[in-house]
């Protein structure tokens, strides 16, 4: 029996139409070189190619990445991990939006995304609700048996969040949160950031908040 595909996601037309802008008037330009000229429309007919073969298909259980290169499945698991980073784009200086870039990998299998896929916004969001389901019941475990969970070089537990070589208790934590694509927290009297580190290193970002903020709302309870 087939597997059921949830979603499927393509490359937005956006970068292949730039290179044919850009191809197309380096043939311009260099008509008088026959070599230059033909290369540049073998080069176009495979951005085309590679635009059209690759695509991004959503399972139950596993993602799949085709390509002209061949195919990548990633299965769901508790050892599954999800990465995201948000990169601001400027012309000029002035913001004119955002690049958003997803790796998904399990062991030796890893599929990486960004924003030339069309809708990449919404297949995000799909991403989240499979994170939350499939580690839903690992931090249930982790809760009850009062143990520790690795979200790459932080470490969240019962007692505190631990970041290399450096401890917080929640008892200590002023705040935490996101800022200019890092994440931060502050611990009560120091000044500044007790530790900042890009989001891109944190895997499974919806499920390090909420474990996160489970823990820190237990220290407010009386």
């Not at 802008?21 to 080069?43: P, R, Y």
Request: hydrophobic share 45%; proline share 3%; glycine share 6%.
């Amino acid at each position: 029996m087939a597997k059921r595909q949830i979603a499927e996601y393509r490359q937005s037309y956006i970068l292949r139409i730039m290179a044919t802008a850009v191809l197309l008037f380096i043939a311009f330009l260099s008509s008088s070189h026959g070599g230059v000229v033909l290369g540049c429309f073998i080069l176009l007919i495979l951005i085309w190619i590679w635009g059209f073969k690759e695509k991004i298909l959503l399972y139950p259980h596993q993602l799949k990445k085709e390509s002209l290169f061949g195919e990548t499945v990633v299965p769901f698991n508790a050892r599954t991990e999800f990465y995201y980073q948000f990169v601001s784009v400027s012309v000029s200086f002035v913001p004119v939006g955002q690049h958003t870039y997803i790796t998904v990998k399990n062991g030796p299998h890893k599929v990486k995304m960004n924003s030339n896929i069309k809708d990449i916004e919404a297949l995000r969001q799909s991403l989240i609700q499979v994170e939350i389901a499939v580690l839903k019941s690992h931090v249930e475990q982790s809760i009850q048996n009062k143990t520790s969970l690795d979200f790459g070089v932080l470490k969240v537990s019962a007692v505190g969040v631990a970041y290399r070589n450096k401890m917080l208790t929640y008892a200590e934590i002023e705040d935490f949160g996101v800022e200019n694509g890092e994440f931060y927290m502050k611990k009560i009297g120091v000044r500044g950031h007790f530790f900042k580190i890009s989001i891109s290193e944190i895997p499974n970002m919806s499920t390090f908040f909420a474990l996160l903020e489970y823990y820190f709302q237990q220290k407010l309870i009386p």
